[in-house]
């Protein structure tokens, strides 16, 4: 008999190297102090490494109103939207951000990652063709594997070679999709998306937009970046999560296209899974509230983004990407000093991502910092030092050897 | 092995090179990402050399079933053709 867990060995053997090192892969929080302070082994830590770009997840009215929904509606559905899974509060948190993105119709997930499994498998079917920008998020991969549909793999951010690839492609029957992303998770890089809309009026497809990072974070509304470049009317179908800027979790759709809503009836990922919970339903509305109501969030988040970007490149450090995002990756050498350096980062008080391949791009070892809007200048100086301390110093060290 | 699919053979082991770190000897049934340890990203990466080089488009669906270079060499020959 095969042991179906036997192909894992070389994976096994990799975290043990990696325990080794005195590090956990995902260490745990043991108590939350605010949106960017948590204890870790029994430390007070900067948490610059969360996605908690909005700092929302301890407003007071968030927390209250999940506090409300769980009290009166209680801990879950349990039960599909298309079966007892649909309350009012999901269908006006659907309407809270359709009325947000300035779209006619949004359809909530139950998670980030479902929400482009169910968009991916429930637009493109068998006959379609999906291009797919080579650096997107793995949910967009298995949403579209599970579509069934051709799959073309574009090069990274390059509108042209997008271009050729549908010139190669022309008349192959079938829809045509497209998917991009507002910010890249790793390199915290954005699509040229005027560029991609060139692309677009020349070929004709559908263009999908996953705001993941960039939903309530870019652009003169906070809709992303479709929204920062002007182009809303291009985005065919917009993607978001709640588990980033929003404090909570699920995922959403939303197009104008008049036949959406029949993805409710057609898109598994939606069908067949326990719709969201109360409370998470009611936090995710207060928080879409909140960012409506407080624009300025974005504004700080810039700020503290733009203080840290040019913190770390003040120090040498070589980054993800050129522009200033939230999104911000130190490039490191090789695995083991990535390795090393991440556990020094911890135990000195600030935890950023370790990012290693096959989950970088180009076999890049990153470790990946995401600024909140909570995060005070104080605490972006520390970890600009901590940086300093820990990773510029052993660039020093290595450039003279 | 007809003189087009040593030919195809031999230019898809020379683009496959740089992702050959260690340096596995390439067989018609050699398994490109067991027998080169290489991840799912870099075997994409190496599919997207060889669609620019040959100018045609291999779908990430039709790598599912593609594991040998023997595999690989059928698919580019069969897409050559085809356009």
């Not at chain 1, 560029?195 to 004709?204: I, M, N, Q, R, Y």
């Not at chain 1, 840290?308 to 980054?319: A, E, I, V």
Request: glycine share 8%; proline share 4%; charged share 25%.
């Amino acid at each position: 008999m095969v042991d179906l867990l036997d192909k894992y060995k070389p994976l096994l053997e990799r975290m043990h190297a990696v325990e080794q090192a005195g590090s956990r892969i995902g260490p745990v929080n043991e108590r939350l102090l605010s949106p960017t302070r948590a204890i870790i082994n029994g430390r007070d830590t900067i948490l610059a490494g969360t996605n908690n770009y909005m700092g929302v997840t301890f407003e007071r009215e968030c927390v209250e109103a999940g506090k409300k929904a769980l009290e009166e509606f209680g801990t879950g559905t349990t039960g599909s939207r298309i079966a007892n899974g649909s309350y009012a509060m999901h269908e006006e948190l659907e309407r809270e951000l359709a009325s947000f993105l300035g779209m006619k119709q949004c359809i909530v997930f139950s998670t980030g990652y479902q929400a482009n499994l169910g968009m991916m498998a429930g637009l493109a079917g068998p006959r379609d063709t999906i291009f797919l920008d080579a650096d997107s998020h793995s949910s967009i991969y298995d949403g579209c594997t599970l579509s069934g549909a051709k799959l073309v793999r574009f090069r990274h951010n390059d509108p042209a070679d997008l271009d050729k690839r549908l010139t190669r492609m022309e008349n192959d029957g079938g829809g045509r999709l497209v998917v991009l992303e507002g910010i890249y998770s790793m390199l915290g890089d954005r699509a040229p998306l005027a560029e991609f809309v060139e692309v677009k009026k020349k070929h004709g497809f559908q263009l999908l937009v996953d705001e993941a990072h960039s939903f309530g974070v870019l652009g003169p509304n906070g809709c992303g970046l479709a929204d920062e470049a002007g182009l809303m009317d291009e985005a065919d179908f917009i993607v978001g999560t709640f588990s980033k800027s929003i404090g909570a979790i699920g995922g959403f759709g939303a197009s104008n296209h008049p036949m959406f809503e029949t993805l409710r009836y057609a898109s598994k990922p939606y069908m067949f899974t326990a719709s969201p919970s109360p409370a998470s339903i009611a936090t995710a509305t207060a928080a879409v509230r909140l960012l409506k109501r407080e624009p300025q969030r974005r504004d700080r988040l810039q700020a503290n983004s733009a203080r840290l970007f040019h913190g770390l490149k003040g120090l040498g450090l070589q980054l993800g990407c050129d522009t200033v995002s939230p999104v911000i990756a130190v490039k490191c050498e090789d695995e083991t000093s990535t390795l090393v350096m991440w556990n020094q980062l911890l135990e000195a008080g600030v935890y950023v991502n370790i990012a290693l391949p096959p989950g970088t791009p180009g076999k890049l070892c990153l470790l990946r910092c995401s600024v909140s809007a909570a995060h005070t200048d104080e605490e972006i100086d520390r970890i600009i030092a901590l940086f300093s301390s820990v990773v510029a110093s052993r660039n020093r060290v290595a450039a003279a050897v | 092995m007809t003189p087009e699919d040593k030919a195809i053979f031999d230019k898809l082991a020379e683009l496959l090179g740089p992702f050959n770190e260690k340096g596995v000897e390439l067989k018609p049934e050699t398994e490109i990402a067991v027998d080169l340890a290489i991840d799912s990203v870099s075997v994409m990466d190496f599919v997207m050399e060889v669609e620019d080089h040959f100018d045609i488009d291999i779908p990430l669906n039709v790598l599912s079933d593609t594991h040998t270079m023997n595999d690989l060499v059928g698919v580019v020959k069969a897409r050559v053709n085809k356009a």
